[in-house]
């Protein structure tokens, strides 16, 4: 593998008019002082990697469910899904993914399905970290028909830095696992709802990889209690 493969990634559209604008900074900063421009340039690179859309290699098995999110699992509790998706009012297994400024944010489908929902929230835009953030934030939220019948939500949250929620599905699209759903501007979270009875696979503090980390499996639901 080439060096320039390794480290250089192919930047999502999305991001071609932010850096832009932060070269032209950059620019001026260098006519006012040299330090200046260094630092622009700095961040001019920074936005760059920001928005790097890099290939991933989704697993094959279809009973996986992967993560949406490049980041670290913050929560994992049960919660309702927001009411705007139109789900019952029954506690799901919920994990969270707290993406920082310095990870990829290019969201991807947990699941293969139909989308049967699109759900749009205004919000405030406390620390993507915090429980409260998934009841107060910004948001929008995707819900994903499997091919069983079952409903798997997706909930794309604003944090403390993000102004902006971008989704590329509407509703009835069809999404392949691991296919890009969309990205928010500059740090955030992604929660997933569980379908009833399925156990995570994963713990707070882990770092997850969009498309390829595995959250929990389908076919390994909890039987009833003896």
């Given at each position: 593998m080439k060096m320039h493969e390794t480290f250089i990634k192919p930047m999502h559209p999305e991001g071609r008019k932010f850096v832009a604008i932060f070269a032209a900074i950059t620019l001026v900063l260098f006519m006012v002082w040299d330090v200046l421009g260094w630092a622009g340039l700095g961040l001019t690179i920074w936005c760059y990697y920001f928005f790097r859309d890099p290939e991933r290699v989704t697993p094959e098995r279809p009973d996986l469910i992967i993560s949406p999110a490049?980041?670290?699992?913050?929560?994992?509790?049960?919660?309702?899904?927001?009411?705007?998706?139109?789900?019952?009012?029954?506690?799901?297994?919920?994990?969270?993914?707290?993406?920082?400024?310095f990870n990829c944010h290019i969201n991807r489908a947990p699941v293969a399905g139909r989308v049967q929902a699109v759900a749009y929230r205004p919000g405030k835009f406390l620390n993507a970290s915090l429980d409260k953030a998934s009841a107060d934030n910004e948001r929008n939220g995707v819900v994903i028909e499997m091919a069983d019948g079952r409903l798997l939500p997706v909930v794309q949250i604003a944090g403390l830095v993000a102004r902006r929620i971008v989704c590329f599905v509407d509703k009835e699209a069809t999404l392949k696992r691991g296919e890009r759903f969309g990205l928010i501007r500059f740090g955030s979270r992604l929660d997933v709802y569980l379908p009833d009875g399925v156990q995570?696979?994963?713990?707070?503090?882990?770092?997850?990889?969009?498309?390829?980390?595995?959250?929990?499996?389908?076919s390994a639901v909890k039987g009833p209690a003896k």
């Open positions: 490049d980041g670290m699992v913050s929560l994992i509790e049960p919660a309702v899904p927001p009411s705007e998706l139109g789900l019952p009012d029954t506690p799901l297994t919920r994990v969270s993914v707290f993406m920082s400024v995570p696979q994963v713990r707070v503090g882990q770092t997850m990889i969009a498309g390829e980390t595995v959250i929990a499996e389908l």
